[in-house]
């Protein structure tokens, strides 16, 4: 086995000697994505994170130099390898990459509401 073979084990947390392939199926797939989108819409950031990391999101990409493409990447990759290899208790820890991404959005977004807000108060 060489290093690399060595951290891929690790990382799938597959826990078997001799590994076996792995092989991701499309529903497999599916329902992993499904149990993400459960977790981030009904726990993690909950509904109100969701909504204010979406103008959050376009706030970060719209910004020069603020490396939003590498941002989406990451909780890109973060909910594929999650939906692909994780299952129960260990999605929960597969999503916390792209738990903080959105964590940032959300931020993002409630600075502009509040922006937004005091703009359109009349300076109290």
Do not use: Y
Not at 28 to 53: C, D, M, N, S
């Amino acid at each position: 086995d060489s290093p690399w073979e060595r951290v891929w084990w690790l990382i799938s947390a597959r826990n078997q000697l001799p590994p076996e392939p792995l092989i991701v199926l499309p529903r497999a797939f599916a329902r992993g994505l499904f149990e993400a989108a459960t977790q981030f819409g009904l726990f993690e950031p909950g509904p109100l994170g969701i909504v204010l990391a979406l103008p959050g999101l376009r706030r970060h990409l719209r910004t020069p130099g603020a490396a939003g493409g590498w941002f989406v990447a990451v909780c890109a990759l973060s909910i594929g390898f999650a939906s692909a290899l994780a299952n129960g208790m260990l999605t929960a820890v597969f999503l916390m990459p792209a738990t903080l991404v959105i964590a940032v959005w959300a931020a993002f977004g409630l600075e502009a509401l509040m922006a937004w807000g005091s703009s359109h108060s009349g300076g109290a």
